[in-house]
T-cell receptor, first 115, second 112 residues
């Protein structure tokens, strides 16, 4: 079964540093998402991306965050200047259709630790 | 009122038990509904979509009550492998690339 893959599985960085989290969505999917989950908290929506642009973003997704699809396969999340509170599990997801009944397929996540 | 609210549990049940989880959502414009399962420190995985008429998949039955803005999940004949956190998930607007809103999850522990 095709799957969403994320790298690295664990990233440790110092406060103020830039990080890039990488994702390879399922190949025929057109809609891409980033979610995060702080330890012990719920899964929170960050951003959705379709047709090479952001479709929707949450309040969490401020100017420190950006997304890019640099080629036909990768989908990246960049955090420009990390803060301690950015420590979380970051999940990439993709779907073949937008909204309505289309479920998301999640990658196995990148654990980001900001020290 | 929280967008998607679930009883956090934990629900501790013996193998073979029937267990039911409830979820309420605040936005009456919500378009679609799902139950996801999340194992400890793993990604959410789709368990089942929830349709207005109710739907069943093996031991799992999902129900939706739009008037009450209420979703349920029933698990019959619980197995040890059912131990996980069950996430109620709602899609509010239903357009292209719109966000899924997750509940905090209900934890189930099935023991032998």
């Amino acid at each position: 079964e095709p799957e969403v893959t994320q790298t690295p599985s664990h990233q440790v960085t110092q406060m103020g540093q830039e990080v890039i989290l990488r994702c390879v969505p399922i190949s025929n999917h057109l809609y891409f998402y980033w979610y995060r989950q702080i330890l012990g908290q719920k899964v929170e929506f960050l951003v959705s991306f379709y047709n090479n642009e952001i479709s929707e973003k949450s309040e969490i997704f401020d100017d420190q965050f950006s997304v890019e699809r640099p080629d036909g396969s990768n989908f990246t999340l960049k955090i420009r200047s990390t803060k301690l509170e950015d420590s979380a599990m970051y999940f990439c997801a993709s779907s073949d259709q937008g909204g309505q009944l289309s479920p998301l397929h999640f990658g196995n996540g990148t654990r980001l630790t900001v020290t | 009122r929280k967008e998607v609210e679930q009883d956090p549990g934990p629900f501790n049940v013996p193998e073979g038990a029937t267990v039911a989880f409830n979820c309420t959502y605040s936005n009456s414009a919500s378009q679609s509904f799902f139950w996801y399962r999340q194992d400890c420190r793993k990604e959410p995985k789709l368990l089942m979509s929830v349709y207005s008429s109710g739907n069943e998949d093996g031991r799992f039955t999902a129900q939706l009550n739009r008037a009450s803005q209420y979703i349920s999940l029933l698990i019959r004949d619980s197995k040890l492998s059912d131990s996980a956190t069950y996430l109620c998930v709602v899609n509010v607007r239903g357009g292209a690339g719109t966000a899924l809103i997750f509940g905090k999850g209900t934890t189930l522990s099935v023991s032998s």
